[in-house]
């Protein structure tokens, strides 16, 4: 579904993604874990056509994409982002903001498509006419989430989807992701800082370090602690919580 | 030193509005050594308000009522303006989330933390001086002297929130209250900066209050975990022991946590119970 | 009993938690903002002000005291008294009635300049602000030529090419009264421009134009509508300026400006001629100040 090959984003003098290689398959999730800066979210974007200064080759559902993309292909490919209270817009009610993409790409029958998409995220009709601020982080997540998929998208890019929200909020997000991709067959590219996030969602991961891929592993073998780099396993074991042995064992990379 | 450093009983901190009086923090308490003591919450628990109690600063507008407030026996709620500036710094300390937000953007990292020790020593500017750079050091900042003359802008989360910790623990207070010290940076430096606090904590014999939203990494770092939940503690628990814990808060945070380990299954919900709200 | 119900469901209607409609959504919301803006006193005051100036110019030929601008040279500069309540001017016109009629030039003058204004600088600044490069380079230099001319001289030399007036000054008034706004819209427009809600308008596929029209423009009006507000003042004494200077209204106009300007000679033994009209520019200055005082503090702080 998604091949990119050698992609780089030069912003100023350095390279904030540097020749990254990978290749999704349809109806997978794949990850890709970072610290910030590493240039995740730089691939994200670059993806979905936000960021268009970028060199490589892109293939996107079999179709070879430049830096313009056409409005049909944002039909295909759709984005949820990070801070669900800035990716809303403050003025709009819930309704307006799901209208908006059936009234961009001209598609009719919008009131029973809003009300459906409100019901798959868990929503009902009494938020309908909410604005943001009156919603709580998950459920504006939620939102954002029934917008990105109102249009039926096949690709769907995740920019750390749960990192804003509670943790108990956080669960009900992964599930209604995971089960959105069951249910429509979607294709994921997943970027987050949390290792044990991404190993929930996807199948493949990549580490990504000062814009490159370090290591690409099967989520499986990274459950199992088997990594190769250095840099993953530093990662693995930040994550487990403090420990104080560890700690000193830190190196920097980059 | 006898007596517990810091007695908390019925906290209570209320907010007037339009809809009337509500109350974000409602009857904590808690008594506290020289230990590291994490609180832990969700958004909307208060527990960043019950930290800033404790120094008595709270937003304009903020109602503090409690049945005793005491650090190292003096009583905090009754004390004057001018005490609890002494105190404020001195003896109690605070380090926030962001170091972008809680430091002076116009000032040299160093001229900062000089002019904290100068605000509770009496010292010379050279001495003030010396000790930042010492402090800087303790830190573990590689490179002294280059940081000392940075600006705040100009140096990484890490390394601001390194200045930030040497900046409070100049002028060697005795509790030390951190309100997501490490939520704004990655993981790695996360680690390297708690093994920071951990050293310089124990070293001195400080109380640590951690204040967080991360259930795990405060049961790792701490000794003791208070867990708080619509303004009120609903479960005091042993670091080491959190797989017993035993309100049903607690577990249901606990489990709704993906792990690793977990399975692509689905992850539990919180189910959340209004009796948690009321019940003792 | 059905009449104190009635008021109840009103309240009821507008501060519902889950509104029904867009519409609801709307009002719940208006309600809301109202009712922050009524509980500040001076506010209150500035909109007391601006509401009595739109009543007086709309009731102006029954508040009057008749023809605003039939003479009598037999009561000329008569003082303040119970027949005319403000004295009468050198040609023997009651000022009562002239300040009256004169309310109306003043809001006409007003409000077709803002019609003009706001709607250009705020185009401007929006597409300048987003599209940046060429377009923004081109559009706030030309709003810079513009501002870089004092307002009232700019005013004067349009009006002195194209001829006195009130249509002219209202003309000469616009010309120079946009380019602040532009500014304003375009410096709101380039922090807006980041954001992730723009960001998700741009992946739907929406086409600039509509972003910056649906999307951008709306949060740029609070900003707006206070800077108006505020500005008026400025506006009226600009107009009151021009009138002054005869360039404005051209006599028997009741217009304030060339009153006080008529007024001049006689200001120290017969004071009413020009204090009055003065007076009137005042208060409504005022109004509309505190009015905008008023409004940023409710419009600003929830914008984001």
Sequence with gaps: MIEVDRLTVEFDETRAVDAVSFRVEKGEAFGIVGESGSGKSTVLRALSGLN???????????????????????????????????????????????????????????????????????????????????????????????????????????????????????????????????????????VSHNLAVVAHLCSHVAVMNAGRFVEELDVA??????????????????SEGYDRAAAAALVTFD | MTGPLLEIADLRVAFRSARGISEAVRGVGFTMGREKLGIVGESGSGKS?????????????????????????????????????????????????????????????????????????????????????????????RDPQRVYGLYPHEVSGGMGQRAMIAMMLAPDPDLLIADEPTSALDVTVQMQVLAILDDLVSERG???????????????????????YGGRVVETVDAR???????????????CLPTLEGGEGELATLQRDPAWLTAP | ???????????????????????????????ATARIFLRNPLALAGLALVVALLAIAAAAPLLAHGDPVAQDLARRLKPPS???????????????????????????????????????????????????????VVLMRVTDVFLAFPRLILALAFVAALGPGIENAVIAISLTAWPPYARIARAETIVLRDSDFISAARLLGASPGRIV????????????????????????????????????????????????????????????????????????????????????????????
């Design chain 1, 52 to 190: 268009q200064h970028w060199s490589g080759g892109m293939v996107i559902d079999g179709e070879e994409q430049s830096q313009h993309r056409t409005r049909a292909f944002h039909r295909h490919l759709q984005m949820v982002f990070q801070d669900p209270y800035a990716s809303l817009h403050p003025r709009h009610t819930v309704d307006r903001a799901l209208a908006e993409p059936l009234r961009v790409h001209g598609v009719g029958d919008r009131e029973p498509r809003i009300l459906r998409a409100l019901r798959e995220v868990g929503l009902g009709p009494e938020h309908r006419f909410r604005y943001p601020h009156q919603l709580s982080g998950g459920q504006r997540q939620r939102v954002a989430i029934a917008r990105a998929l109102i249009l039926e998208p096949r690709v769907l890019l995740l920019d750390e989807p749960s990192s804003s929200l509670d943790v108990s909020v956080q669960a009900e997000i992964l599930n209604l992701l995971q089960r959105l991709r069951r249910e429509r067959t979607l294709t994921y590219v997943l």
């Design chain 3, 1 to 31: 009993m059905s009449e104190a119900a009635a008021p109840r469901e009103w309240r009821a209607w507008l501060t519902a938690e889950a509104p029904s409609s867009r519409f609801h959504a709307r009002s719940v919301r208006a309600y």
């Design chain 3, 213 to 304: 029209l649906l999307h951008v423009m709306p949060l740029c009006l609070s900003s707006m509508i206070v800077r108006v507000t505020l500005d008026m003042a400025g506006i009226i004494l600009t107009a009151a300026g021009l009138g002054f200077l005869g360039l404005g209204a051209q006599p028997p106009s009741p217009e304030w400006g060339a009153m006080i300007s008529a007024g001049r000679k006689f200001i120290l033994d017969q004071w009413w001629v020009a204090a009055f009209p003065g007076l009137a520019i005042c208060l409504v200055s005022l109004g509309f100040n505190l009015l905008g005082d008023g409004l940023r503090d409710v419009l600003d702080p929830k914008q984001r």
């Design chain 3, 82 to 136: 119970a027949a005319f309540w403000f004295g009468t001017d050198e040609l023997g016109r009651d000022i009562y009635t002239r300040i009256l009629y004169g309310a109306r030039i003043t809001l006409g003058i007003v409000s077709l300049v803002v019609v003009i204004v706001a709607p250009i600088g705020l185009l401007v600044g929006c597409v300048a602000g987003y599209l940046g490069g060429i377009a923004d």
């Design chain 2, 206 to 228: 400080m109380g640590l209050i951690f204040i967080s939203h991360d259930l795990r990494l405060v049961a790792s770092f701490c000794d003791r975990v208070l867990v708080m």
């Design chain 1, 221 to 238: 073998a990274l459950r199992a602690r088997r990594t190769q780099h250095p840099y993953t396993a530093q990662l693995l074991r930040a």
């Design chain 2, 49 to 141: 308000l019950t930290g800033r109690s404790v120094l008595r600063l709270l937003p304009p507008g903020a109602m503090l009522s409690a049945r005793r407030l005491a650090f190292d026996g003096i009583d905090l709620l009754g004390a004057a303006p001018s005490a609890m500036r002494e105190l404020r710094g001195r003896r109690i300390a605070m380090v926030m989330q962001d170091p972008k937000f809680s430091l002076n953007p116009v000032m040299t990292v160093g001229h900062q933390i000089a002019e904290a020790y100068l605000a509770h020593k009496r010292a010379s500017a050279a001495e003030a001086r010396d000790k930042a750079l010492a402090m800087l050091e303790a830190v573990r900042i």
């Design chain 2, 241 to 255: 022991r959190l797989g017993e814990a035993r309100h049903p808060y607690t577990r249901g945070l606990l489990a």
